[in-house]
């Protein structure tokens, strides 16, 4: 290869930064701009541990992933009025408008807000508004995914779908169960939760095999009946069960910095997304939460690309592997109320 073929097949940032990309596990708090969020928390007189910005990531990344949810949980107080959510989701869209991102699919704890005593309407109509923004002014497909925290238990589970349920005329087109993998993984009723979300709908995907082992993944696919995994790691620990992810066609929400800063793996060399991939696995690359992780969506293409030798054609068919795992908006949703 002589060296204008080689820079003709460079990989850098600003390449993946011009190419539209769809991010597909991305949590709407932990994209959040740490400037609005110390704002928020002031103008709400929330004590936030964090007063300055040059602590905000190193705060969030120390730690494992039961440390993380728990910092995770101090970002809910901070929205409270419809002005809040539009201001938050506005930014958020902007700031992936910028990276190239043209679909997102953006996960709300829903539950999390409504326990806290804010109304349904201000979450709804703020958020509602911020994706016909992105919609209308930057081009931008959003599909929300609600998602609830397993640690809080069933009873949580069955708020957090009835909300996701009457969320689907502003946008809500998936259901998400997440947080830190405890035991109980395995009790029946998630089942009737996932059975009732579809009946509804709804997408469904789940966090799964992020540290848990692999019969977590295992149940999610063949007992929740979920489409998607979101980061399914552990499935490297199984070679039976990254088999029949393979041959199901089911696609992985891969999120490499996440994953290392939670210590999931030590280091991007040590991530199996390349091995899965070479086992024909279809994976996408994500960011989960990159305001808490300081990343963006195409500095983890760019992380990925680097530390296994990816080309060009490499980056560009997992790009689309994006497009193709994006969930669809449900029928009941209506843009054109915009
Ligand atoms: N909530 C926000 N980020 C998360 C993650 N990486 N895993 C589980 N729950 C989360
Ligand atoms: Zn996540």
Redesign the pocket.
């Known amino acids: 290869m002589d060296q204008t073929t080689d820079l003709d097949n460079a990989v850098s940032l600003e390449w993946i930064r011009a190419i539209p990309k769809a991010e597909l596990h991305i ?1 709407l708090l ?1 994209a959040i701009r740490p400037r609005t969020a110390l704002e928020l928390a002031r103008r709400h007189r929330v004590e936030f541990p964090v007063d300055s910005l040059e602590f905000w990531a190193p705060f969030f990344c120390t730690g494992n ?1 039961a440390q ?2 728990e910092r ?1 949980i101090l970002l809910f107080p901070l929205l409270r009025e419809k002005e809040d959510f539009e201001r938050v989701g506005r930014e958020v869209f902007e700031d992936l408008h910028a990276d190239g991102i043209r679909s997102v699919e953006p996960r709300i704890t829903l539950t999390s807000h409504l326990l806290r005593g804010v109304s349904e309407e201000a979450i709804g109509e703020g958020l509602a508004a911020a994706a016909c923004y992105a919609h209308e002014t930057l081009g931008m497909k959003v599909r929300w995914i609600v998602d609830f ?1 397993r640690i809080l238990g069933l009873q949580v589970g069955r708020l957090a779908l009835e909300a996701a349920i009457r969320g689907i005329p502003w946008g809500v087109a998936g259901f998400d169960i ?3 993998e405890g035991p109980g993984e395995d009790d029946p009723a998630y089942c009737a939760i996932f059975a009732r979300a579809r009946e509804a709908g709804l997408h469904l995907t789940a ?1 799964a095999g ?1 540290t848990g082992p692999p019969e977590h993944i295992r149940i999610a696919i063949n007992e929740w009946g979920v489409e998607r995994i979101g980061h399914g790691i552990q499935a490297s620990r199984d070679s039976d069960l990254a088999e029949e992810l393979a041959s199901r066609k089911i696609p992985l929400e891969i ?1 490499p910095t ?1 994953n290392i800063a ?1 210590g999931a793996v030590p280091d991007i060399y040590s991530h199996p997304l390349e091995t899965f991939r070479q086992q024909s696995l279809r994976i996408t690359i994500n960011s ?2 990159p305001s808490l992780f300081g990343t963006t969506l195409s500095r983890e293409y760019l992380i990925a690309a680097a530390a296994f030798g990816w080309d060009r054609e490499t980056v560009l068919k997992i790009i689309e592997e994006g497009w193709l795992a994006a969930f669809p908006p449900h029928d009941l949703y209506k843009q054109s109320e915009c």
């Open positions: 949590h932990g992933l993380f949810v995770f925290p997440a947080g830190y966090h992020e999120c996440s939670l989960d939460d």
